[in-house]
């Protein structure tokens, strides 16, 4: 495609972002220096290769997806945050808040306000977090807590009831055993066929015990599973690019998402609806960005919006808090991630 035909296509997007309107010969010809003549042959062209639309007859174009995903790629330019925009946006960030999910969810709420979109954070278990320690912690008649505290310093914590009254040495048994077979355990290598190797290594303690191995292998699971959080999905309600029938359907299925956010992104990425027929809601766009915790990739924060979305304006906005949240995360004390309690 030769130049002209880029800066055309380009300028039909920005104004169509602008606009909302079809966009006619006539306006882009402050973009590019050719008659209305010639610029209305080129978006025919432009029309022809799949990069443009016209709604109606007699009407300007609109991008397609082909056109955005072009901008998106080989288009588009933003300019850098200043120091003051940085500043503003650093404030709406936690001055004390060190947990790793209070940091996250205050940069996600901070995006969604800031860009009037949908935002989603989605974490991950490094591939490297192994398990630390686990302990047991009798709380009441036949009633334990398992703590279970991973390398990357996250902590899952599980309440547990047994059948049998257990004494001290099966509680100082089953500590020595878990010590010897799952400290320093990759946690993703956990599986179900090592839980059934490890009843079975509890022999005549496998009735007595076999409840809170089974409720340390449920944390383990957990801790693998991606955990993904929405905020301002009511803002997309307002947005008339996007069905509203979709917007509902989403929050029932907003876990579509973890399908969506490859847990090998380290970079920006722009995501169009056009390209997983599986995301619900249509004519809609996702831009995300990985964060970093210790040098490895700990999850992604990012928006949904409308493909007609200013992405000049808010891709810097999605880029400043994943590197901030990356910054945020390496000056946390190590004290772990509290999980509310689950109950077996």
């Known amino acids: 495609m030769d130049d002209r035909k880029l800066r055309i296509l380009q300028a039909v997007v920005d104004e169509y972002i602008v606009t909302g309107e079809p966009v006619g010969s006539k306006a882009i010809m402050k973009y590019v220096g050719a008659s209305s003549a010639t610029i209305r042959n080129e978006m025919a062209e432009l029309e022809k290769q799949g990069y443009l639309e016209q709604p109606h007859t007699s009407a300007g174009r609109i991008p397609t997806y082909n056109g955005y995903r072009l901008y998106v790629d080989e288009l588009l330019t933003t300019n850098p945050l200043s120091l003051e925009e940085k500043r503003l946006l650093d404030e709406m960030l936690p001055k004390d808040e060190y947990s790793e999910e209070g940091i996250v969810k205050s940069a996600s709420n901070a995006l969604a306000e800031l860009t009037n979109t949908a935002s989603f954070v989605s974490s991950e278990t490094p591939k ?41 040495e099966n509680l100082d048994y089953f500590s020595a055993f878990l010590k010897e077979n799952l400290e320093g ?16 290594a509890l022999g005549t303690y496998l009735l007595t015990l076999s409840p809170l191995i089974r409720g340390v292998f449920d944390m383990t699971r957990e801790m693998t599973q991606r955990e993904i959080n929405v905020a301002g999905v009511g803002n997309l309600l307002t947005c008339r690019d996007i069905d509203q029938g979709e917007i509902i359907s989403f929050l029932d299925h907003r876990d579509d998402l973890k399908n969506l956010i490859d847990s090998s992104f380290s970079g920006l990425h722009v995501l169009f609806s056009d390209e997983d027929d599986g995301f619900v809601i249509g004519n809609s766009s996702i831009i995300s960005s990985g964060f970093s915790k210790n040098g490895h990739v700990a999850g992604h924060l990012g928006l949904i919006g409308p493909m007609r979305i200013d992405y000049k304006k808010v891709i810097p906005y999605v880029e400043y808090f994943a590197e901030k949240i990356t910054e945020l995360l390496s000056e946390e004390p190590d004290v772990g991630e509290d999980e509310s309690e689950d109950k077996q």
């Open 128 to 168: 490297f977090s192994v398990i630390s320690k686990v302990e047991v912690i009798p709380t009441g008649k036949r009633l334990y807590v398992l703590l279970l505290i991973a390398s990357d310093g996250k902590i899952k914590n599980r309440t547990c009831r047994v059948e049998i009254d257990l004494t001290q």
């Open 185 to 200: 355990v990759p946690i993703n290598l956990l599986s179900e066929e090592m839980l059934e190797r490890l009843e079975t």
